[in-house]
């Protein structure tokens, strides 16, 4: 399972402890603040602190600088390179940009803790889970790991899995999405079990 990351430069150092303990679980983690992750240096905002002025800068002018392309070619062959994208707020933009180019591409998500007092974005409720609690994410986690990495809607590997999954996205309250994909996943599992039965 190999699990991305999304955050604020502001929040490194959270960011460096869930990646520990995410590896220490066996995991695969790519932390954009570790160095030994990157193959391009990091780019932290104080690295570059100008911001943009429109009154003073062309904004296509203002990002192409080298540093910025080769990072954000190096996060998204990350990012497609992973199976579940966990995003950490607070964050900005560039966070939640990488997290909603995860989720278009199919990966499960997961958006741990708030956005500051009078932020909201409600592209976050694409997440399966939403939690601020660690237990619910590494449990989420684990929940995916035994799961068949060969995508979402494929079957899992018996029906005790299947139906201990099913009751604990119900005590989650799990949105439609979740619903939706379980039934699929239901579906699937049943024509699998018919196919072995007739």
Known sequence: MN???SSSWKNRVTVRLVATALRNKGYEVYDFTDPTCRTTPEIPPEAFPEQFDPNKHSYAEYLNR???HSAVTENRAAL???DVVLLL?????DATADWAYAVGQGKQSIVFGHPRAGERSPVHLWAELMTESWEDVYQQIEEWTWRPSSGPDMPYP???SFAKACRQAIKRKSGPRNRAQLLRMLAKHVERVARKVL
């Not at 707020?89 to 933009?93: H, R, S």
């Open 80 to 82: 497609d390179a992973c």
């Open 66 to 68: 080298v540093e910025w």
């Open 158 to 160: 018996d029906f005790e």
């Open 89 to 93: 707020l607070p964050c900005g933009i």
């Open 3 to 5: 699990i991305y990351i």
